[in-house]
């Protein structure tokens, strides 16, 4: 099975733009998680969508928001950057979301830098 | 509210045991895991351990769970070059799909 795919790898935008990335699941995986990693706060929750719709949420501003299409594939989007909004996110997938065998299995990150 | 702390930094000889440390502080988490970075990649699942477990051994990876002390461990045995990364421990919330991290171990390994 192919791993998780995130598009772009690398961004770069300035502040006051928008930004969407990007994050196709494991075939069959209907969970998918965001996470920011930045060497300041490290790696922070940002929200999961579980079949099109957002089960959780972490704490962050209204900025930040995402979408979950009906193949699974989900979208994250950032209006109005900041310069602190420079980071890697990465994306994660599992089967259900919860239970014995599900575990996040995470793609390899878009690194947006915002100038 | 929930916090996972490592310490920073580990170097060891190749060869050599290698022990990572955890502590967490949510009691109710289901499932503790270890991940992997390497430099400019994702996050690599190791392994992961049920809270009602001690220990769980895979190859060379051995992890300890201390649930009265809430202590979590990653022991790699004959370590590698190719070990060398960031570990990053993390514990699950119970109720959905989200993990809350530590800030990383840097694994130095030298030969």
């Known amino acids: 099975k192919a791993g998780v795919t995130q598009t772009p790898r690398y961004l770069i935008k300035t502040r006051g733009q928008q930004v969407t990335l990007s994050c196709s699941p494991i075939s069959g995986h209907r969970s998918v998680s965001w996470y920011q990693q930045t060497p300041g706060q490290g790696l922070q929750f940002l929200f999961e969508y579980f079949s099109e719709t957002q089960r959780n949420k972490g704490n962050f501003p209204g900025r930040f928001s995402g979408r979950q299409f009906s193949n699974s594939r989900s979208e994250m989007n950032v209006s109005t950057l900041e310069l602190g909004d420079s980071a890697l996110y990465l994306c994660?997938?599992?089967?259900?979301?919860?239970?014995?065998?599900?575990?996040?299995?995470f793609g390899p990150g878009t690194r947006l830098t915002v100038l | 509210g929930e916090d996972v702390e490592q310490s920073l930094f580990l170097s060891v000889r190749e060869g050599d045991s290698s022990v990572i440390n955890c502590t967490y502080t949510?009691?109710?988490?289901?499932?503790l895991y270890w991940y992997k970075q390497e430099p400019g990649a994702g996050l690599q699942l190791l392994t992961y351990i049920f809270s009602n477990m001690d220990m769980k051994q895979d190859q060379r990876l051995t992890v300890l769970l201390n649930k009265k002390d809430k202590h979590l461990s990653l022991r790699i045995a004959d370590t590698q070059t190719g070990d060398s990364a960031i570990y990053f421990c993390?514990?699950?919330?119970?109720?959905?799909?989200?993990?809350?991290f530590g800030g990383g171990t840097r694994l130095m390994v030298k030969p």
């Open positions: 994660a997938s599992s089967s259900l979301g919860r239970g014995l065998t599900d575990t996040q299995y």
């Open positions: 949510d009691s109710s988490s289901t499932y």
């Open positions: 993390a514990e699950d919330d119970n109720a959905g799909n989200m993990l809350t």
